[in-house]
C-alpha cells in the first residue's frame, strides 16, 4: 500500500512497505494457539473435511517407505548418509581435490553419480531428470525443481563481488555521511554469504547479463517442471535476478516505515500489542504526517506491481523514510545513478516476465527465503506479485523461515491482507538456513540478534504459525500451506491437525516437502496416503553442482547425526527384502 498525497508525490510512494495494516487489521475472532503449538478448535474441528478426515500414515512401514527403491539405492543411501558423517566432501578440502587428481574429471564425475550426486540430485539437464521425476510421482510424489549450479569461486572473490554489488555510488562517495542502519549495510567480513550456510544456494551479483542468463536458466527450469509432471513447483531466489543494493535499501525502507508505525501506535496506547492487533486512527497519522511535508487530503492506496515494473516509475522515490526527530521525510540516499536506476527496475521485470512463464506452463513458483538484510524486500516484492496473480488461484508462494522471531507476526499479517483483499494466501513454512551467520552477524556488528533463543522455541514457533495457516485454511479454504520439514513430530502435528480442523488430503490445500535423496520414509508413505507431498529436486551438470553437493553434505553431516532412525529402516528393509527373497525387487510403475 501506499499513501496518496495530492501535493506529494516523494511521500505517495515512500510507505511502500505495508505499513498501513495497522490501520484495518482488526481479525474476525477465531481460536487462540497454545504456546506449545497445540491446536485451536472451532466450529469446523468437529466437522468431517469436505472428502472426509485426513488419514493417518504409519512412516515405520518400509516395504510402503521403500517400494519405489531397488535393493542398490537402498544401500547407495546407506553407503552416502555413512559418508557424510566424515569431512569427505567438506567444500574446497584437500581431499576433495586430491581425489579429483587421481582419478581425473570423468572418473570423479562417475564416482559421483554412484553416490553424492545419484543421491541428492536428479540429473545433468531438464531431459536427464525426467525417469526420476516421473518415477517419483507414479508414487506420490511431486517435484519442486531447483537448477542448483553455482559458482564455484573462491571467498576473496565472492566479498569482491557482494561489496562491488551492495555498495551504490552515492554512498561510496559520502562515506560517514549516511544515515543507514548497520544492519542493512554491507559489510566486508560477512560479504561471502555461503559462510555458516549449507542447505541454500548463494549468487553473486557479476552483471545484468549474468542476471539474464540466471533468468533463462529459471525460464528452463519452469518448462522442464511443466513439461515432467502436473501441478508442479519451480523454486527460484531473488538474489540471482539483480544487483542485491537494491534489496538492502529496500528491506531497510520497509523496516524503518515499520518501526514508524509501530512507534506512531504506541502514542495511542498500543504499545506492547500484537503486530496484529495494532490500530491506528486516520486522522492522527494524516495530522502526523502532514508535519513531516505532506498537504492535502491522505488516501489509502494499493501498490500496484504494474507501475513497480513500468519504466516510467522511479523506484529511488520509494526510498524514503520518515525522520521523526527531524519532522520531516528523507530519502535513504542522496542519490542514484541513472544506472543504478536501471538495474533496481530490471530485477522486478525479470520476476514478471518469470511469474508470466510459470503461469503459461501451469506451474507454481516458490520464492525462496534469505538473508534478513535481504528479506523485507523479498517478502514484499513476492506478497505484491500475490496480490496480481493469486486472485484466482494460488500460482505464487512465498517462504517464511520460522526461526525469526518476528516468523508469526509476518505470517498472521499476510493472511489477514490475503483474507481482505480475496486473494489465496499461499505459504511455505521451513525452520531456516541462515541460523549461524545470522548471529554472527547480528553479534559482530551490533544489532538485535533475529533468531529465537533455541530449538525448541522455533519448533514451537514453526507449530504456532502452521496451526494458524490451517485454521485458515479451515475458515475459508483461500490457503495454501506447504510444510517442508524433515521434522517427523511436525509432520504427524500437521495430520493431526488436519483431522481436528476437518481438512482433508484430497483438498490439495496442505502440501509436505522434503530434499530429494533424504527422509523417504516420510515423503513415500505420504504420497501413497494420497497427501500432496513434493521432493525438492536438484539438478545441473556434475562440475557446477559440485558447490550445493558440499555444503549439501555437510548439512546431512549434522543431519545423519542426530536422524538414525532413516538409517534404521534402511537395514530392516534391506534385511527384510534378504529375508523375503525380494533382494532383487524392481519398482513396478
Known amino acids: 500500500m501506499f499513501i496518496n498525497a495530492k501535493a506529494g508525490p516523494a511521500l505517495a510512494r515512500s510507505a511502500a512497505d505495508l505499513p498501513f495494516k495497522p490501520l484495518y487489521l482488526s481479525r474476525r475472532l477465531r481460536s487462540s494457539t497454545s504456546a506449545t503449538g497445540g491446536g485451536a478448535e472451532h466450529d469446523s474441528a468437529r466437522s468431517p473435511g469436505r472428502d472426509g478426515p485426513a488419514a493417518s500414515v504409519d512412516f515405520d512401514q518400509t516395504q510402503r517407505a521403500y517400494k519405489s527403491k531397488d535393493s542398490l539405492e537402498l544401500l547407495r543411501s546407506l553407503v552416502v548418509f555413512k559418508l557424510c558423517s566424515y569431512d ?123 542476471c539474464d542468463q540466471h533468468m533463462e536458466t529459471f525460464i528452463k527450469c519452469i518448462k522442464a517442471s511443466g513439461g515432467s509432471s502436473m501441478d508442479g513447483f519451480s523454486a527460484i531466489k531473488m538474489t540471482a535476478l539483480g544487483r542485491p543494493q537494491f534489496l538492502l535499501q529496500f528491506s531497510e525502507v520497509l523496516v524503518k516505515w515499520r518501526q514508524f508505525f509501530s512507534f506512531l501506535a504506541s502514542q495511542q ?120 496473480y493469486n486472485k484466482d488461484k494460488p500460482v505464487i508462494f512465498t517462504t517464511y523461515q520460522c526461526y525469526l522471531q518476528e516468523a508469526y507476526d509476518n505470517v498472521t499479517m499476510d493472511v489477514e491482507l490475503s483474507r481482505r483483499e480475496g486473494w489465496h494466501f499461499a505459504a511455505k513454512l521451513v525452520r531456516g538456513a541462515y541460523m549461524y551467520q545470522e548471529r554472527e552477524r547480528a553479534k559482530d556488528i551490533g544489532y538485535e540478534d533475529p533468531i529465537n533463543p533455541d530449538y525448541e522455541s522455533t519448533n514451537i514457533m514453526y507449530h504456532r504459525c502452521l496451526d494458524y495457516v490451517l485454521d485458515e485454511i479451515a475458515l475459508t479454504r483461500n490457503a495454501n500451506v506447504m510444510v517442508a520439514s524433515h521434522n517427523e513430530d511436525t509432520v504427524k502435528h500437521t495430520l493431526r491437525r488436519m483431522n481436528e480442523v476437518g481438512l482433508s488430503a484430497r483438498e490439495n490445500k496442505v502440501y509436505f516437502g522434503q530434499l530429494l535423496g533424504m527422509c523417504d520414509q516420510i515423503s513415500f508413505p505420504l504420497g501413497q496416503a494420497g497427501f500432496p507431498v513434493y521432493k525438492y529436486v536438484p539438478y545441473g551438470p556434475v562440475s557446477e553442482v559440485m558447490p550445493y553437493l558440499s555444503r549439501r553434505a555437510q548439512e546431512n553431516r549434522g543431519f545423519m547425526k542426530g536422524a538414525l532412525k532413516e538409517r534404521e529402516l534402511l537395514w530392516k528393509e534391506l534385511k527384510r527384502r534378504l529375508a523375503s527373497g525380494e533382494l532383487l525387487h524392481r519398482p513396478v510403475l
Open 88 to 210: 569427505f566432501l567438506r567444500h574446497e578440502t584437500p581431499g576433495k581435490k586430491t581425489c579429483l587428481h587421481i582419478l581425473g574429471q570423468r572418473a570423479f564425475d562417475q564416482l559421483m553419480k554412484m553416490t553424492f550426486y545419484g543421491q541428492f540430485v536428479a540429473g545433468e539437464d531438464h531431459l536427464a531428470i525426467r525417469p526420476l521425476i516421473q518415477k517419483n510421482q507414479a508414487f506420490g510424489v511431486g517435484s519442486v525443481l531447483d537448477y542448483s549450479v553455482e559458482e564455484d569461486i573462491s571467498q576473496e572473490e565472492a566479498e569482491q563481488k557482494e561489496m562491488d554489488s551492495c555498495v551504490s555510488a552515492a554512498e561510496k562517495e559520502s562515506i560517514g555521511e549516511d544515515h543507514r542502519e548497520k544492519k542493512y549495510k554491507a559489510h566486508k567480513q560477512f560479504s561471502d554469504r555461503r559462510g555458516g550456510v549449507t542447505g541454500a544456494r548463494t549468487y553473486f551479483y557479476a552483471d545484468e547479463a549474468k
Open 269 to 388: 496506547g498500543g504499545d506492547g500489542t500484537e503486530a496484529l492487533e495494532q490500530r491506528l486512527e486516520l486522522k492522527q497519522l494524516q495530522e502526523f504526517l502532514t508535519t513531516l511535508g505532506a498537504k492535502g487530503d491522505l488516501t489509502i492506496d494499493m501498490l500496484d506491481w504494474n507501475s513497480l515494473i513500468d519504466d516510467r516509475t522511479k523506484i529511488s522515490d520509494l526510498l524514503v523514510v520518515p525522520n521523526v526527530e527531524l519532522g520531516e521525510l528523507e530519502p535513504l540516499l542522496k542519490a542514484f545513478t541513472e544506472e543504478e536506476e536501471k538495474q533496481m527496475k530490471r530485477m522486478l521485470q525479470r520476476m514478471d516476465v518469470l511469474v508470466k512463464h510459470a503461469i503459461e506452463n501451469g506451474v507454481r513458483l516458490m520464492v525462496d527465503a534469505e538473508q534478513t538484510y535481504f528479506q523485507p524486500a523479498i517478502s514484499r516484492l513476492t506478497l505484491e506479485m500475490q496480490r496480481l
